[in-house]
């Protein structure tokens, strides 16, 4: 089977050749002006002036998968005898051609429907003159029509077969096709008819009329002519608008996924649009644009020389956005419904039974390599959390753990909640038993994750059975008893439960500061421009002896709740100072150190603020503090004073986490900011998307004059893409993952003066 770009090739090769030809006919025709012209009458004068306009109005006779129409041009050539010599036809064609390329848009050349009514016209011009039949004009009416259409289906067939592949030609409407005959039959007879009467003398017209005779027949009836052109086209308009709002209204409500795709093609096939798209603006030029209820727009254009859009039209178009939005309501309606009913309430997480029906599709969906894999989790004496702390703080810690497997896991995995404080998660393309080890484990950080509610901060353990999928283990409920068999053992093989661990966040924060138990990693800055270490942020640590490690994001927000950021942050801050001034002594150049704060601490008047100033003026080095996008609030003057002051003390202020979360350009603008991180999602989470949308906010922050840097770099692709964009200053795992004091000082080899090999392998 021929590819499309092959069929392509030969459409164009066969619209070539059909060109040549018309061009040699009309040559042959025009030679026979050599000896005497066309009899040139009023009828002839006025049918020629009005060729375009009949073009123009062209009645389309096949469906939205090929473009065939049917002109009323041919009744033109029966405006000139078709006896005595030369005829109007070279005259007729040229006329077709020099429309064709004014009303349609594009040269004629390259215009399949020039080439095929010229060579139509010509066969109606051979087949009438040769016809004898002894009831003129009729006869030659009837016979040059039938000609017309035969030659026009001979030809239209053929690069319908090479452009579709398809035998057969079931694109027809046979109402547009019965009207556009009908109305060929009727304009070439009325011209044939005036054509005998003003041969006869019967009425000349404006022109040499008799006495007798009224004047203006040939112009009357030639304005008339067009006018029942015109008016037939308009009927039939008004049948495709008909038809188009039926089938529209039979479909409703139209599938929720395909709603878009369906109002551009019913737009454009009841419009008779060349081009039907939704798009964030509307259309300036000749269009129409409608808005719809997200704020894009449906814009349908025409080609040069097409009618403009009618008011019937229009109201076409309206409808169909009409029903387009409520099948769309109605489609996110339903949504919402199936979601409440397969949601569980408390956990976020879909239900039970839900879940079963999706397992039961994904191992029928499955290819023949793919592994599928369940897990049947089950909290380690949830009991205790309930008696001990109360059936609210247990609801609480059941919808923080459902947060958690829905944001943690990956997008093909599929969690839910058995019921109580049992869980049941469905893994799809898992490769191996070492990949479901591998599920497990993450799975257990996440449930192990401390929570903190109502005051306390908890830590859970869990227990978690896995069954994967095999040729002989495919049935839905088995793999779900499988795994649910494991926990079970696995629970019944311990000697004793591990109890869920808790504290007052007060006593278990005061214990880390008290104890020194706050630590700081630093992550290198790599300047790209010059493969070299920039600089270090520093990350806070937490180590608790009996809690074990705790999430920054844990440790900050304890912090902030009991009213001691500022404490915890010259504790980071401390650290962070005489680390970075060992290694820029180590390694015989000036660091960065950039530390974190958040947005409340940006106040006049505190104190960590003075005492940064105070350090850095101590040590020398650059210091930015990084303000975190996510939480950012509106900008004061207040906090431009702050700023300021900062600046004048040689310590800058970043923008960290930028599109995660505000994602406010008035943020970016509002300070000249010393750095803006762009966050990781641009690189990973946003995909396709993220990627189309960096390397514009990168040229809109070069051209506000700020540096940026780029976070989240973790592949030698995305360390290239960075390099494309010229961006100074990037962060990542592929750069160097976070390390402590003393591993930064003794690395030399990834933290030296030139990370060049890091870079390139």
Request: charge should be negative; aromatic fraction near 6%.
């Amino acid at each position: 089977m021929p590819t499309l770009p092959e069929r392509r090739r030969w459409v164009l090769a066969y619209d070539g050749v059909l060109f040549v030809i018309a061009l040699v006919i009309v040559a042959l025709e025009a030679l026979e002006w050599r000896d005497n012209l066309p009899d040139f009458r009023p009828v002839s004068i006025v049918a020629l002036a009005a060729l375009p306009l009949l073009i123009r109005n062209s009645i389309p006779v096949s469906t939205g998968t090929y473009s065939a129409t049917v002109a009323l041009a041919p009744a033109v050539l029966y405006s000139a005898a078709f006896d005595g010599g030369s005829h109007i036809f070279p005259l007729w064609a040229l006329i077709v051609f020099c429309s064709y390329s004014l009303l349609r848009g594009r040269p004629s050349v390259r215009n399949p429907r020039v080439a095929i009514q010229i060579l139509a016209g010509a066969a109606l011009m051979e087949v009438a003159t040769a016809t004898r039949l002894g009831f003129h004009p009729y006869d030659r009416v009837l016979t040059g029509i039938a000609a017309y259409l035969a030659v026009l289906a001979a030809l239209e067939f053929p690069r319908h077969w090479i452009r579709t592949n398809q035998s057969r030609l079931r694109v027809l409407e046979p109402l547009n096709l019965a009207a556009a005959v009908i109305a060929l039959l009727l304009s070439s007879t009325s011209v044939a008819v005036l054509r005998r009467m003003q041969a006869e003398g019967q009425g000349f017209g404006v022109l040499n009329t008799p006495e007798g005779q009224a004047p203006g027949t040939v112009p009357v009836l030639g304005i008339t002519l067009i006018a029942a052109c015109v008016l037939l086209a308009k009927v039939e308009r008004q049948l495709l608008i008909t038809a188009t709002l039926s089938d529209a209204a039979v479909a409703m409500p139209w599938p929720g996924d395909q709603i878009d795709e369906l109002l551009k093609e019913t737009s454009r096939r009841g419009l008779r649009a060349r081009t039907a798209e939704i798009r964030a603006e509307p259309d300036g030029r000749q269009s129409l644009s409608l808005e719809l209820r997200d704020g894009r727009f449906l814009v349908l254009t025409r080609g040069r020389g097409d009618l403009g859009f009618q008011r019937s039209e229009e109201k076409l178009a309206r409808a169909l956005v009409a029903m387009a939005e409520g099948s769309r309501a109605q489609a996110t309606h339903e949504q919402v419904l199936i979601q409440a009913a397969n949601t569980d309430a408390l956990s976020g997480l879909w239900t039970h039974p839900f879940f079963n029906t999706c397992l039961s599709t994904a191992l029928a969906e499955r290819a023949p390599t793919e592994n599928i894999a369940v897990l049947f989790i089950d909290l380690d004496d949830f009991k205790f959390v309930n008696e001990s702390l109360g059936h609210l703080v247990a609801d609480d810690v059941i919808r923080t753990l459902g947060e958690r497997l829905l944001s943690g896991l990956p997008v093909d995995s599929f969690p839910s909640r058995f019921g109580g404080d049992e869980f049941v998660l469905l893994f799809r393309h898992v490769h191996g038993a070492s990949h479901l080890e591998s599920l497990k484990h993450q799975v257990t950080a996440l449930v192990g994750e401390h929570i903190t509610v109502e005051g306390e901060v908890l830590q859970m353990s869990c227990t978690i059975g896995a069954a994967l999928s095999s040729p002989s283990r495919n049935s839905a409920s088995g793999l779900l008893q499988d795994a649910e068999l494991e926990m079970r053992s696995l629970k019944a093989a311990r000697r004793a439960i591990p109890r869920p661990r808790w504290a007052p966040e007060v006593a278990l924060l005061r214990d880390l500061v008290d104890e020194g138990d706050i630590g700081v990693a630093y992550q290198p800055l790599i300047d790209l421009r010059t493969n070299s270490l920039y600089g270090y942020e520093a990350l806070v640590r937490a180590h608790h002896p009996a809690f074990g490690p705790l999430s920054p994001l844990q440790t900050i927000g304890s912090a902030i709740r009991l009213g001691i950021l500022d404490e915890v942050t010259e504790i980071i801050a401390e650290q962070a100072f005489v680390a970075v001034d060992r290694v820029a002594q180590r390694i015989g150049r000036e660091l960065t150190l950039s530390i974190n704060i958040e947005y409340q601490q940006l106040r006049d008047g505190n104190p960590l603020l003075d005492w940064v100033c105070e350090r850095k003026e101590s040590h020398g080095f650059p210091v930015v503090l990084e303000l975190s996008e996510r939480k950012i609030g509106a900008w004061h003057s207040v906090h431009e004073h702050v700023a300021r002051n900062l600046r004048d003390c040689g310590v800058e202020l970043a923008l960290d986490d930028f599109g995660a979360g505000n994602a406010t350009f008035n943020v970016v603008s509002e300070w000249d900011w010393g750095w803006v991180k762009i966050d990781r999602a641009f690189l990973s989470s946003m995909g396709e998307r993220g990627l189309t949308m960096l390397p514009h906010v990168v040229r809109m922050l070069h051209e506000l004059g700020t540096t940026a840097v780029l976070e989240g770099i973790e592949t030698r692709e995305q360390l290239g893409f960075a390099r494309e964009l010229s961006i100074p200053l990037a962060q990542g795992h592929r750069l160097g993952t976070p390390q402590s004091a003393e591993e930064i000082l003794t690395d030399q080899t990834v933290h030296g003066l030139d990370v060049t090999d890091l870079l390139s392998d």
